[in-house]
């Protein structure tokens, strides 16, 4: 199995590549989603505070890797990208479980970071500074600067989506063709 795993904090454009990706022809699973299911299994609203809430709740009474442990049962393709690791025990569980793994940490400034949330108006997103704060801290106690430092790739994404899109195509094209032999 071929995987690129993308991390990186909220609004650093992360979701902008895994949509180059996904031009590609790369099946992607999302981090996110399973937690949002989880979230709307339980009744509750899609919002910053209950996505964080359930997922950190789970973190602790299931394990660090709960989220991780969740996307495998839901990969059924020989290739694949994963949206939004953010702890080391997420990294460990998918090194043990996937044969060809690649982290990809996609980075970007919080000024900039936080006038993407602004104009990406997610369900999940913070509206306010204080509340992008407020969850880059949780997300850190996650461990996500962690994961961004072990990332096998770095993009600094504070340039235009050309540049990004590059990028990407590079990663996933190196991957993916030595996978399954130029499909592009």
Same mark, same amino acid.
């Given at each position: 199995?071929?995987?690129?795993?993308?991390?990186?904090?909220?609004?650093?454009?992360?979701?902008?590549?895994?949509?180059?990706?996904?031009?590609?022809?790369?099946? &992607?699973?999302?981090? /996110?989603?399973?937690?949002? *299911? %989880? #979230?709307?299994?339980?009744?509750? $609203?899609?919002? !910053?505070?209950?996505?964080?809430?359930?997922?950190?709740?789970?973190?602790?009474?299931?394990?660090?890797?709960?989220?991780?442990?969740?996307?495998?049962?839901?990969?059924?393709?020989?290739? &694949?990208?994963?949206? /939004?690791?953010?702890?080391? *025990? %997420? #990294?460990?569980?998918?090194?043990? $479980?996937?044969? !060809?793994?690649?982290?990809?940490?996609?980075?970007?400034?919080?000024?900039?970071?936080?006038?993407?949330?602004?104009?990406?108006?997610?369900?999940?997103?913070?509206?306010?500074?204080?509340?992008?704060?407020?969850?880059?801290?949780?997300?850190?106690?996650?461990?996500?600067?962690?994961?961004?430092?072990?990332? !096998?790739?770095?993009?600094?994404?504070?340039?235009?989506?050309?540049?990004?899109?590059?990028?990407?195509?590079?990663?996933?094209?190196?991957?993916?063709?030595?996978?399954?032999?130029?499909?592009?």
């Amino acid at each position: 199995m071929t995987t690129v795993a993308f991390t990186g904090m909220p609004g650093s454009g992360k979701t902008e590549a895994v949509k180059i990706a996904q031009r590609q022809g790369i099946k &992607v699973v999302r981090m /996110g989603d399973i937690i949002w *299911e %989880e #979230v709307t299994r339980r009744g509750l $609203r899609i919002n !910053d505070d209950n996505v964080g809430r359930i997922a950190s709740e789970l973190r602790v009474t299931q394990g660090k890797d709960i989220w991780a442990r969740r996307i495998l049962l839901k990969i059924r393709e020989d290739t &694949v990208i994963i949206d /939004g690791v953010r702890s080391y *025990e %997420e #990294v460990e569980t998918f090194k043990k $479980r996937l044969r !060809d793994f690649t982290l990809v940490a996609i980075h970007a400034s919080p000024t900039v970071r936080y006038n993407r949330i602004l104009q990406r108006k997610r369900t999940d997103d913070a509206t306010t500074l204080e509340q992008l704060q407020k969850r880059d801290a949780r997300e850190r106690a996650w461990g996500i600067g962690n994961v961004i430092a072990m990332a !096998d790739k770095m993009f600094i994404n504070e340039g235009n989506l050309d540049e990004l899109r590059i990028f990407v195509e590079e990663v996933v094209g190196k991957k993916y063709n030595a996978r399954d032999g130029n499909r592009r």
